[in-house]
């Protein structure tokens, strides 16, 4: 597509990073196809060619963002099908990225919003302040559809909604690493900020795994969150904050020790974590180091399916449909690993429908855009039905949430039930549902 | 830069813009009314991005009688309308004017009725072409029109421009597996033409709405033939040391009279794009390939391809290889589908769409190279050569007004030669506005006098889709 940048405009990296992604699409519109945004509301300002088109018009000529460019890219749910279904190879998160970047330079929100996303970026990606937001949320859920009539309340509304489906879960501290004796292999494990509190199952699931095939895991104590969910918030600065200090964290490791990989749990995460390369690419202390942990980031799934396997232990064929995650799918393009290891483990699993469609999790997007994300669900959830599962599993925590707040079916992560056929322990969401 | 004109906008419709607005806010949703700058500039240009137009608004009704309000509004007002489906042309055909409404379709994407039993299926017009298929692939039965864009093109966009496909070549375009419409003329009133069945009673509108580009009236549903799927399909790649070679073969295939389901062509540029894209296993060391697909029992499959196969290697095809697995048959067809969108890897392209007669495709072929270097340009061949419809994808940049020009001036060239010939201007992309200045070397005036006659019984104060199809200055009042 033509662009029209000034010469001045151009010698800006992230712009002329963002005119050579304009410049490869060709506006054939394929990806309003597969967007679940243009699904459901039909409008082309809401489908990734529409936002594109916006997004080069406010960069082309150096306006502020305006509400309406806002809307509709905060409408985006990052789920990147778009990047999955474009032929012409157009990196669609790299210049949305930008966009939003641009939005939190130029454009200031309504108070409500900005109170909302600045306390999101406060208190998610620190255990500590997320637990105790849990039990505010706990406590305030009588109260809920009260707030829901308030400006901006329909989101705290969303939240504490969200918050009751981990009741089911058990907080616990964060986890130590593991050793092993003769490690074959040894490896950082993102300990992950809301999974911290929200999911430790699923790390203890995945060091008990690794563990039993001889690799020692490490957890460095100083590691902090992503970067993920500051950075889809506009936050761009915190965002690379957060990705030089793990790239620290985890260069000393490899330093002291070596690392064959860093494997993710939340595919979120990895999405992000596999992207700290072109993150911090023109900043030259870091380009480098953040090169090498970009090219050693895994998902779990990956990285168990390249270990020579043990066998199961357990009698498995229990029905599993699979969801992948967008950021596992569409994100990090991992689609077969996370399905042939349930095979491989016994499991019959069962491809849903529109599977390519986001659940409507996507970070903090149920939280900010509950009503589409509530339709997303309740379109995901009739998907998933259709295939008669026992047991849903998906491998990041903010799917596992979005799902199970709308289906009775267990879901689980998929490191749990491999880990469960392995010899490990039943997943408590599973407790007395295998019959 | 741009060679193409518009009409000047009607100072007087501009000028009662905030009226119009007001006025419409009575007559659809308030969500399907757009008027914002920002997202109106959404909605500027469709897949010919090198033409723009402001629109004055934007409706994106939710029902035919929405559709009929607003086009009765616009026909007392003396309001342009531009039908829009999903906005993939590659001539134009969904590029706004200044001064008129865009009326899109997208939110009219409810499939209405399906009867296995009669072989129909009746959806609204912005259901995309591919989830017609989707609806009915459980039971076996697919929807034939097969245009590259179906993912994400609409039926009212197929209807509008007769769209076909890599499988039109046996099972006919959209006008032959179109049995009914519901269309709304530009006064509001609703129609409906054909019906359920094949060949319904009286004259053929049905027929004259196919293709008309949304100069008669908009279609709000649709009701299409669902045929039942071959018992197996096998798509074969045959790779030739030379495009005349290649062309020569689909001649000889279809002058033999054997109709394959598909014939599709690729050039060397083409292979590479598109095998960079789809990873489909495409042979690299040739410089025209074939995928040719039949489809039946295995002993017919087996049957067709021998006689093929026989044709090809009769014109030097040094590379046979069919697919092996469900997974190799999509590679190979995602590949085709994409390989618009994939050449954008590598270039801008302007898209040609004209037909020849299979005999000529060879000739045709030598000759486009030759006009594509005349202007200094590369092109990339990629099409349905069974019916003779090619696609040639003139490379160039889009950022050097120079190179623009040219792409445009080898395009027109191209379409010369496809009506020098025999053949004509526009397989199934439509004339838009890309094609409107060429219809005088298709077609003369008493021919153009009677189809602007036609088009003006529909729609006497020429508002739909006004500066499409047939020249500017060639205009007339019914």
Redesign the interface.
């Known amino acids: 597509?033509?662009?029209n940048f000034s010469l001045t405009a151009l010698a800006d990296a992230h712009v002329s990073e963002s005119e050579k992604i304009l410049?490869?699409?060709?506006?054939?519109?394929?990806?309003?196809?597969?967007c679940p945004t243009?699904l459901l509301l039909?409008?082309?300002?809401d489908s990734p060619r529409?936002r594109i088109?916006?997004i080069k018009?406010m960069l082309e000529e150096e306006k502020p963002a305006?509400p309406?460019?806002v809307e509709?890219i905060d409408r985006c749910l990052t789920c990147l099908s778009c990047m999955t279904?474009?032929?012409?190879?157009?990196h669609y998160m790299h210049l949305v990225d930008h966009a939003r970047a641009h939005i939190a330079r130029t454009y200031t929100r309504p108070l409500p919003d900005r109170l909302l996303r600045g306390m999101l970026a406060k208190v998610l990606p620190f255990p500590g302040r997320l637990r105790l937001a849990l039990r505010v949320a706990t406590v305030s859920r009588p109260i809920r559809k009260w707030l829901a009539n308030l400006p901006g309340g329909a989101q705290l509304a969303a939240m504490i909604e969200l918050s009751s489906s981990f009741k089911r879960r058990r907080p616990t501290r964060r986890l130590p690493g593991a050793t092993v004796d003769r490690p074959r292999g040894r490896v950082a494990l993102l300990s992950g900020c809301a999974q911290q509190v929200l999911g430790q199952n699923i790390n203890e699931a995945a060091i008990r795994l690794l563990t039993r095939h001889g690799i020692e895991v490490v957890q460095p104590i100083d590691e902090g969150c992503c970067g993920a969910l500051v950075q889809h918030l506009g936050y761009e600065s915190r965002a690379l904050d957060a990705a030089r200090h793990n790239v620290d964290v985890w260069t000393r490791e490899i330093e002291n020790g070596g690392l064959d990989a860093i494997v993710v749990t939340t595919s979120g995460c990895g999405t992000v974590i596999k992207d700290y390369g072109f993150l911090l690419r023109n900043d030259n202390a870091y380009a480098q180091k953040a090169a090498r942990i970009s090219a050693l980031a895994r998902d779990i799934t990956e990285f168990l399916h390249e270990l020579p396997l043990q066998d199961g232990v357990r009698t498995t064929g229990q029905v599993v449909a699979y969801h992948s995650a967008c950021s596992m799918q569409h994100g990090q393009q991992v689609r077969d690993q996370p399905k042939s290891l349930l095979r491989r483990m016994g499991f019959v699993v069962r491809e849903v429908p529109e599977g390519h469609i986001c659940c409507g999790s996507a970070g903090t997007y149920n939280v900010l855009q509950p009503e589409i994300a509530n339709r997303l669900r309740a379109r995901k959830v009739t998907n998933i039905e259709k295939v008669k599962p026992q047991i849903i599993a998906s491998g990041n925590l903010g799917c596992i949430t979005q799902i199970g707040a709308g289906t009775r079916i267990p879901v689980v992560h998929t490191v749990e039930l491999v880990d469960w056929a392995m010899g490990g322990p039943l997943p408590d969401v599973l407790e007395g549902c295998l019959g | 830069m741009s060679k193409i004109r518009f009409t000047e906008p009607n100072r007087e419709i501009l000028a009662r813009r905030d009226s119009i607005i007001n006025d419409l806010t009575r007559l659809v949703d308030p969500a399907g009314l757009i008027t914002s700058t920002d997202e109106c500039r959404a909605y500027e240009t469709d897949a010919l991005t090198a033409y723009r137009k402001m629109p004055l608004a934007v409706v994106l009704p939710k029902t035919t009688e929405e559709v009929s309000a607003v086009l009765k509004y616009c026909h007392d007002t003396g309001v342009k309308v531009v039908p829009r489906g999903a906005g993939t042309s590659l001539a134009g055909g969904a590029i706004p004017s200044e001064d008129a409404v865009v009326l899109g379709l997208s939110k009219m994407n409810r499939v209405l009725a399906v009867n296995y039993d009669d072989r129909f299926i009746r959806v609204e017009a912005g259901v995309t072409n591919l989830s017609v298929t989707a609806v009915v692939a459980e039971n076996g039965f697919f929807y034939a029109p097969d245009p590259s864009s179906q993912l994400a093109c609409t039926i009212g966009g197929n209807i509008a421009n007769n769209s076909g496909g890599a499988h039109c070549l046996k099972y006919g375009v959209t006008t032959n597996n179109l049995l009914g419409v519901r269309m709304v003329l530009i006064d509001g009133s609703i129609i409906d033409l054909g019906g359920d069945y094949l060949d319904s009673a009286g004259l053929d509108l049905l027929g004259l709405v196919v293709g008309s580009e949304g100069q008669l009236g908009i279609v709000t549903e649709a009701t299409l033939r669902i045929l039942k799927s071959a018992e197996g399909a096998r798509p074969v790649l045959f790779g030739f040391p030379s495009c005349e070679g290649a062309g020569k073969a689909v001649a000889d295939v279809i002058a033999a009279g054997i109709i394959p389901v598909a014939i599709e062509y690729m050039d060397k540029a083409a292979i590479e794009i598109c095998e960079a894209f789809a990873k489909a296993g495409y042979p690299l060391d040739v410089e025209a390939l074939l995928i040719v697909e039949v489809e039946g029992s295995d002993a017919e499959m087996d049957a067709t391809l021998a006689d093929i196969t026989a044709i090809a290697r009769a014109n030097g095809a040094t590379t046979v290889r069919e697919s092996r697995s469900a997974i190799e048959t999509a590679a190979i067809w995602k590949g085709r589908k994409s390989a618009f969108g994939a050449t954008g890897r590598v270039a801008d392209y302007l898209c040609m769409d004209g037909t020849v007669p299979t005999g000529k495709l060879s000739y045709v072929l030598a000759e486009i190279s030759k006009i594509v270097q005349r202007h200094g340009l590369r092109v990339a061949n990629v099409f349905h050569a069974g019916d003779g419809n090619m696609h040639p994808l003139i490379l160039y940049n889009a950022n050097d007004p120079s190179q623009q020009s040219k792409a445009e001036a080898a395009g027109d060239d191209i379409l010369r030669l496809c009506v020098e010939v025999g053949g004509c201007l526009t397989g199934e992309h439509g004339v838009g506005i890309e094609k409107r200045d060429l219809m005088r070397c298709q077609f003369d005036d008493a021919d153009l006098v009677q189809q602007i006659r036609v088009r003006a019984a529909f729609d006497p104060r020429w508002l739909l889709n006004t500066d499409k199809v047939f020249p500017l200055d060639f205009r007339c009042q019914g």
Not at chain 1, 23 to 34: E, K, L, S, W, Y
Not at chain 1, 85 to 90: A, I, M, Y
Request: a negative charge; one cysteine or more.
């Open positions: 597509m033509q662009t410049r490869a699409c060709v506006h054939c519109g394929f990806c309003t196809a597969t243009y039909a409008d082309e300002a529409g088109y916006l018009d305006t309406q460019v509709h279904t474009c032929p012409s190879g157009v």
